[in-house]
């Protein structure tokens, strides 16, 4: 019989780009404060990209980051995927193709997902079965964002808590369980579409002078109605996963939610009975950069020495579509 094969993050890396963007910047431009953005969302800054930079540059560089800490190159890569909800081009060609050339990876699939915030989990799913498949031995799973390019820097309920960023990861394979992605939850529920959306220059409402004068190309959020699902989905999420592996959640190293609200995170945490420093936090610093957000966290716990190889991480993420998904998972990288 032939050897089980599981699927293994085997590393991580992410690119945060320099420019900081402070709650003080923003009253500049709109009618807020440093106050009620940190008391409502804990964002106190977030990073936004150069304008000449786009999401694949930003994936490019955790990328290639993610590739030397898992001692592989470029040409080992077997394929190329990207959860990203601000792609460099509106319809083609994929951010995963630009970045696949930026790395010199040239024959090897290459293709974007549209999950909003729970995009990387979406792609943990979708590459866990490809590895386990035998499709594939080495999968590149990118979650990156310039969220600041699809932002209405007129509007204050949203223009506060987006930022840019990118994290990417090794997923390869393991003969351990122990060392696997041992189950990823997917979900989604189209009835509240409009709870998060572009409205505007897709197929629904085409690119016109209208579309632009009401400035329908940006995120548009009903924040109030998605804060109370976020909090009771991403807590019922955790409860299923753990009951459906038989773990208790003293077997979890570090909780790593989706970073989009800081009262977000603390009701979950304190709903689920996680100690504050099992909890991974970036959103003060880095504000919601969606499919990015959980990478870049795991990035930011491993560039602390807080996450080592055996570690046991439980992914949690929450966004638009509405999609939601969960993932119980060891590190295994060096
Ligand atoms: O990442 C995917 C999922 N996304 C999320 O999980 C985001 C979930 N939602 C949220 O994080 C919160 O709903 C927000 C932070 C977006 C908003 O907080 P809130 O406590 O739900 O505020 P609200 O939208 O109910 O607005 C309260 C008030 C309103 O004024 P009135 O109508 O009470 O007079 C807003 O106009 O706050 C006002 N407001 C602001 N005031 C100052 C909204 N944005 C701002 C602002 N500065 N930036």
Redesign the pocket.
Do not use: E
């Given at each position: 019989m032939e050897k089980l094969i599981y699927a293994s993050l085997k590393s991580i890396g992410a690119y945060i780009p320099s420019k900081i963007v402070t709650n003080d910047d923003l009253s500049k431009i709109?009618?807020?404060?440093d106050e009620?953005?940190t008391k409502?969302?804990g964002i106190k800054e977030r990073r936004f990209a150069e304008k000449n930079e786009a999401t694949s540059d930003l994936a490019t560089k955790a990328a290639k980051l993610a590739i030397a800490r898992a001692n592989l190159k470029p040409s080992d890569i077997d394929a190329i995927i990207v959860a990203t909800i601000s792609p460099d081009y509106f319809c083609m060609p994929s951010t995963a193709c630009v970045v696949a050339h930026n790395l010199g990876i040239i024959g090897k699939p290459a293709f974007d997902i549209s999950a909003?915030?729970s995009g990387f989990i979406y792609l943990i799913y979708l590459a866990k079965s490809l590895i386990e498949s035998r499709a594939h031995k080495n999968i590149l799973v990118i979650g990156a964002e310039k969220l600041s390019s699809i932002t209405d820097m007129q509007d204050?309920?949203?223009c506060?808590?987006f930022g840019d960023g990118a994290g990417a990861v090794v997923i390869g394979t393991t003969d351990d369980k122990n060392l696997s992605i041992l189950d990823v939850n997917c979900a989604s529920n189209g009835q509240y579409q409009d709870f998060?959306m572009t409205p505007g220059c897709g197929s629904r409402n085409p690119t016109n002078d209208k579309v632009l004068q009401e400035r329908l190309q940006f995120i548009k959020?009903k924040?109030?109605e998605?804060?109370k699902l976020?909090v009771k989905t991403l807590t019922q999420d955790v409860v299923e996963i753990l009951e459906k592996n038989a773990l208790s959640k003293d077997s979890i190293d570090f909780f790593i939610p989706?970073q989009?609200?800081l009262?977000?995170i603390s009701a979950v945490g304190e709903a689920l009975g996680f100690p504050k420093e099992k909890i991974a936090l970036t959103v003060q610093k880095y504000g919601?950069t969606?499919a990015a957000s959980i990478p870049m966290a795991i990035n930011e716990l491993y560039e602390e020495g807080r996450i080592k190889q055996g570690s046991k991480l439980l992914l949690d993420a929450?966004?638009?579509g509405l999609t939601w998904g969960s993932a119980i998972l060891a590190f295994n990288g060096q």
């Open positions: 709109v009618d807020t404060s009620w953005i409502r969302t909003a915030c204050r309920s949203t506060i808590l998060l959020m924040g109030n998605i804060f976020a989706h989009a609200n009262r977000i919601n969606s929450f966004g638009g």
